[in-house]
T-cell receptor
Framework: GQNIDQPTEMTATEGAIVQINCTYQTSGFNGLFWYQQHAGEAPTFLSYNVLDGLEEKGRFSSFLSRSKGYSYLLLKELQMKDSASYLCAVMDSNYQLIWGAGTKLIIKP | TAGITQAPTSQILAAGRSMTLRCTQDMRHNAMYWYRQDLGLGLRLIHYSNTAGTTGKGEVPDGYSVSRANTDDFPLTLASAVPSQTSVYFC?????????????FGPGTRLTVL
């Protein structure tokens, strides 16, 4: 079966750095997405990785290792507004997105 | 532009009743999707449409139907609601110029079936 694993919840301090991991087992691979979802709101796109390596976008970076079935989202200089759930999703061989349950990130002052 | 709109925002529905969740996008995206989101689970695809006039079944299609008469609208119908259909429903769209295009989500409809 297809499976996406991410931690259920993480806590970090304002101004710090946090890494949210995602491991996956899917039928084929056509890229990995990270989305941010604030409570009661819609998911919004953060990043897309299809090749191995690190993609940096401001305070957010995303890393992919296809051989290990592993990705992480790195958030630097954490702000209170970063408190949200972070969803990892993999596009399988049928170009359908398989979603993880999300990691709820709590930022403390 | 509005992007994707969904209606209603929330609804309480008696079991056995039918209901249509509306979704409209103004981005002229080819592909549209319906997901449900339940606590502790990832988003699960119900139905999708790669282009106007075509639809396909996702991971959890039973009890739901869709239509895609034009590019902008993608309504989701529950013919006879059951309590297990209590969920938050998100509509999404993507340009699908390439199949790996980013999906953009509507604000969601919170449905409670009693």
């Amino acid at each position: 079966g297809q499976n996406i694993d991410q931690p259920t919840e993480m806590t970090a301090t304002e101004g710090a750095i946090v890494q949210i991991n995602c491991t996956y087992q899917t039928s084929g691979f056509n890229g990995l997405f990270w989305y941010q979802q604030h409570a009661g709101e819609a998911p919004t796109f953060l990043s897309y990785n299809v090749l191995d390596g690190l993609e940096e976008k401001g305070r957010f970076s995303s890393f992919l290792s296809r051989s290990k079935g592993y990705s992480y989202l790195l958030l630097k200089e954490l702000q209170m507004k970063d408190s949200a759930s972070y969803l990892c999703a993999v596009m399988d061989s049928n170009y359908q997105l398989i979603w993880g349950a999300g990691t709820k990130l709590i930022i403390k002052p | 532009t509005a992007g994707i709109t969904q209606a209603p925002t929330s609804q309480i529905l008696a079991a056995g009743r039918s209901m249509t969740l509306r979704c409209t996008q103004d981005m002229r995206h080819n592909a549209m999707y319906w997901y449900r989101q339940d606590l502790g689970l990832g988003l699960r695809l119900i139905h999708y449409s790669n282009t106007a006039g075509t639809t396909g079944k996702g991971e959890v299609p039973d009890g739901y139907s869709v239509s895609r008469a034009n590019t902008d609208d993608f309504p989701l119908t529950l013919a006879s609601a059951v309590p297990s259909q209590t969920s938050v429903y998100f509509c999404a769209s993507s340009d699908s110029g390439q199949l790996t295009d980013t999906q953009y989500f509507g604000p969601g409809t919170r449905l409670t079936v009693l």
